[in-house]
C-alpha cells in the first residue's frame, strides 16, 4: 500500500492539471507559432515557466486504484500487476482468464 500522502498529492496533481490545461494548451500553441513576433512569442513561454510545475502533464503518474502502487500499473483496469492477478485468479475481473497449457 503506497502513502496516503503520495496518493493525495497526485490527486492534487490530477486536479491541477485539470483545471489549467486549456490555459497551458493556449501559451503552448503561442510559443510554437513562428508567424508572431518574437516578443509575443517571448512572453507566452515566461507566462507558462510562471505557472505551477504540477500543472503539467508530464508529471502525472498512473497508479492502482486499489493499492495506491505505482509500478507495474495496466492502463486498461487501472490495476497494479499484483492485483490484476489476484482478482483474475478469483474471477472477480470480467473479460479476463488465467492462461494455462
Do not use: V
Amino acid at each position: 500500500m503506497a502513502k496516503k500522502s503520495s496518493i493525495n498529492k497526485g490527486k492534487n496533481r490530477d486536479k491541477l492539471i485539470k483545471k489549467l490545461a486549456p490555459k497551458r494548451a493556449a501559451l503552448k500553441k503561442i510559443t510554437m507559432t513562428r508567424d508572431l513576433p518574437f516578443e509575443e512569442r517571448l512572453q507566452a513561454q515566461m507566462e507558462l515557466a510562471k505557472m505551477p510545475r504540477n500543472s503539467s502533464a508530464t508529471r502525472h503518474r498512473n497508479r492502482c486504484e486499489l493499492t495506491g502502487r505505482a509500478r507495474g500499473t495496466y492502463r486498461k483496469f487501472k490495476l497494479s500487476r499484483i492485483k490484476l492477478r489476484e482478482l483474475g485468479s478469483f474471477g472477480r475481473l470480467p473479460g479476463l482468464t488465467k492462461a494455462s497449457w
